[in-house]
């Protein structure tokens, strides 16, 4: 007996998609708090605001190209629990260090 193949529908598409516009908005948080540290002067706890935002950036785009790249295959596992984590992890930390960066 074979196992049906994946639903050829537009779910996976949405997901990739869903994926791209969450990392774009991650991006621009990223350079605005990048723009803010600049046009306050770069004083020490800005430079490490945005180092740390850059840090956020980088993991939830790991996480974000490894899911994007996992929904081409026939059978897409579910996104891990460690995935998920780390997403919404750097997600939580893009929003303090910009909320920081504030103050």
Known sequence: MTTPGRDPGLQPERTRLAWRRTTLSCTVVALLAVRQ????????????AVS???????GFLRVAHLRVLGMGTARPRPLSARGA?????C?????????????
């Open 37 to 48: 540290a600049l046009h306050g002067g770069a004083d020490p706890a800005a430079v490490v």
């Open 52 to 58: 740390l935002s850059a840090l956020a950036w980088l």
């Open 85 to 89: 984590l780390t997403a919404a992890a």
């Open 91 to 103: 997600t939580i930390a893009l929003a303090v260090f910009a909320a920081a960066m504030l103050f």
